[in-house]
C-alpha cells in the first residue's frame, strides 16, 4: 500500500507571494492533519480534515489556510508569504472514525515538503 | 491543556549500549502516547503507541516503552543501540476527547551512537 505522498517535495518562494502544498493519503484513511516543523518552534498542528470538513484547527494566522477533496486528498495554501513560513510542511492520514468514539489510529506521516521563503 | 516535555535535546550513546529516552506529559484526561522517529530529510515514522491495556508497549526496531500513570511518565528504551538508530525521536500525545486527531509533540531527542 502507498504511503503519504506530498508534492512537491522541495519549494522556494519569494515574500509576499503564496504557495499551494498537496498530500494524498494512503488509501481508504479519510482524517488528513497537517503539521509544521521549525527548528525553534518544533512540530506544531496547522489543521485536520475529515470527509471535506476541517474539524481541528491550530493556532496559526488565516494566511494559513487548507481544504480536502472528495478523495480525501488535501491541500493547504499560506498566501502573502513571510520569512517565518520557511519551515517542513508535514501531511498525515489516518483511519478515523465518527460516532463510534475515538479509535486512536496512528498519524502516518509523508516525507514533507521543505519550503524555503526568500 | 495537553503538553509534552523531553528531557535532553541531544543523548549520545555507545553502540550497544543502552538508550533511555525520556517523556513526561501532561494531559487532564486519560492519554494516548506516541513515539515517533524521525530520519534526515523524510517524514515522521511511528515506533510505537500506548492506548489501553498494558502498560508495557513493544514497538519496531526493538525499541519499547512504558507507561507510567504515577510518574506520568512514557519513557522510551532500547537494550542495545545500533548505528543505524541515530535519528530524532519525538514523544506525542493525544487526548482521548472527541474524534479528533491532533497530536501534541514534545521538542525532540535527537540521539547519537557512537563505536
Known amino acids: 500500500k502507498a504511503g503519504v505522498t506530498q508534492t512537491p517535495r522541495y519549494l522556494i518562494k519569494t515574500r509576499g507571494q503564496q504557495v499551494t502544498l498537496s498530500c494524498s493519503p494512503i488509501?481508504?484513511?479519510?482524517?488528513v492533519s497537517w503539521y509544521q516543523q521549525t527548528p525553534g518552534q518544533g512540530l506544531q498542528f496547522l489543521f485536520e480534515?475529515?470527509?471535506?470538513?476541517?474539524?481541528n484547527k491550530g493556532n496559526f494566522p488565516g494566511r494559513f489556510s487548507g481544504r480536502q477533496f472528495s478523495n480525501s486528498r488535501s491541500e493547504m495554501n499560506v498566501s502573502t508569504l513571510e520569512l517565518g513560513d520557511s519551515a517542513l510542511y508535514l501531511c498525515a492520514s489516518s483511519i478515523a472514525y465518527v460516532g463510534s468514539g475515538l479509535r486512536p489510529n496512528p498519524l502516518h506521516f509523508g516525507n514533507g515538503t521543505r519550503l524555503t521563503v526568500t | 491543556a495537553q503538553s509534552v516535555t523531553q528531557l535532553g535535546s541531544h543523548v549520545s550513546v555507545s553502540e550497544g549500549a543502552l538508550v533511555l529516552l525520556r517523556c513526561n506529559y501532561s494531559?487532564?484526561?486519560?492519554?494516548?502516547l506516541f513515539w515517533y522517529v524521525q530520519y534526515p530529510n523524510q517524514g515522521l515514522q511511528l515506533l510505537l503507541k500506548y492506548t489501553t491495556g498494558a502498560t508495557l508497549v513493544k514497538g519496531i526496531n526493538g525499541f519499547e516503552a512504558e507507561f507510567k500513570k504515577s510518574e506520568t511518565s512514557f519513557h522510551l528504551t532500547k537494550p542495545s543501540a545500533h548505528m543505524s538508530d541515530a535519528a530524532e525521536y519525538f514523544c506525542a500525545v493525544r487526548e482521548n476527547t472527541g474524534t479528533a486527531s491532533k497530536l501534541t509533540f514534545g521538542t525532540g531527542t535527537r540521539l547519537q551512537v557512537t563505536l
Open positions: 494531559s487532564s484526561v486519560p492519554p494516548y
Open positions: 488509501s481508504g484513511h479519510r482524517s
Open positions: 480534515y475529515f470527509s471535506e470538513t476541517q474539524r
